[in-house]
C-alpha cells in the first residue's frame, strides 16, 4: 500500500530521524527478490536517541548506527520495502544527500517519508513488510582473528560505495578466516558503521606455477657483447 499525501504540519508529535544517504547506502546491501521477503527492505530500529539502519542479503550486512533526536516514546522497528526506498532516495544533488528526515507512524503498520525530490511537502505512505527481521547482533563478531579468507570482490566494492555515499574516501577489511570479515570506514563519518562480509565457503585456491618469462630478466636474455 502506497499513496502521497501532502503534509503542512511543521514539526510531527511522532519520528524517527534518518537521512537519504544512509537509505541509500543501505540499500546497496539489501537482498533483491529474495525468497525471504523480509530482506528485501531496509530495516530500522530506533529508540528517543539513536536510529539504526540494518541491510542483509544473507551473504554481507550493514549496519548504520546514529545518535538522533527522535520523538517517539518507545524504541520501534519496522521494514521498509526496498521499491519504497528507492523513490524515497531518488533525485540527484549532493545538497540533498545528507538531509535529514522524518519518518512518520501513519496507523497500524503504515508509515510515511518525505519525497525530497518533488517537494518538501510531499510524503509517501507506505506499508511496511510484515515478518521477522534476523537477529543481526548474533552476525557482528566479537574478535577478528586476523586470519586470511576469499571474500567476494563484488561484495567488498558495494561496501565501499556504501561508505563514500555517506562520505567516506575507502573502506578497510579485516580478514577473520571463516568468520564473517569486518570492513569498516577509513574517513571519520557521522554514521558508526559496521560491515560484514561472509568468506567464499567453497573457494579453492588455484594451481600456479611461475611463468619462465616471469622468472627470467631481459638482462639474462640479452647475448653478451
Known amino acids: ?73 518507545e524504541p520501534v522497528s519496522f521494514i521498509i520495502p526496498r521499491d519504497i526506498v528507492r523513490q524515497v532516495i531518488a533525485g540527484g544533488g549532493k545538497a540533498l544527500a545528507n538531509v535529514q528526515i522524518d519518518i512518520r507512524p501513519e496507523g497500524p503498520g503504515l508509515w510515511s517519508a518525505p519525497l525530497l525530490h518533488i517537494g518538501n511537502r510531499t510524503r509517501l505512505t507506505f506499508a511496511q513488510i510484515e515478518g521477522k527481521f534476523p537477529n543481526w547482533r548474533a552476525v557482528v563478531p566479537k574478535t577478528i582473528s586476523g586470519k586470511a579468507a576469499q571474500l567476494n570482490p563484488e561484495y567488498l566494492a558495494e ?10 574516501s575507502h573502506v578497510t577489511v579485516s580478514h577473520n578466516g571463516t568468520e564473517p570479515a569486518l570492513v569498516l570506514p577509513q574517513s571519520q563519518i557521522a554514521e558508526k558503521f559496521i560491515g560484514i562480509v561472509m568468506p567464499m565457503r567453497d573457494a579453492t585456491i588455484p594451481a600456479w606455477t611461475l611463468p619462465t618469462w616471469c622468472a627470467t630478466s631481459v638482462d639474462t636474455l640479452a647475448p653478451k657483447n
Do not use: C, F, W
Open 1 to 73: 500500500m502506497t499513496s502521497l499525501i501532502s503534509s503542512e504540519s511543521a514539526k510531527p508529535l511522532n519520528y524517527v530521524y534518518t537521512s537519504r544517504a544512509a537509505l541509500k547506502a543501505a540499500l546497496r546491501i539489501a537482498a533483491k527478490l529474495d525468497i525471504r521477503y523480509y530482506l528485501n527492505g531496509v530495516h530500522i530500529e530506533a529508540d528517543s536517541t539513536s536510529t539504526r539502519l540494518i541491510a542483509t542479503d544473507g551473504h554481507r550486512m550493514l549496519i548504520l548506527h546514529r545518535d538522533a533526536e527522535n520523538s517517539i516514546q
Open 159 to 168: 561496501m565501499n560505495a556504501a561508505a563514500a555515499d555517506l562520505g567516506s
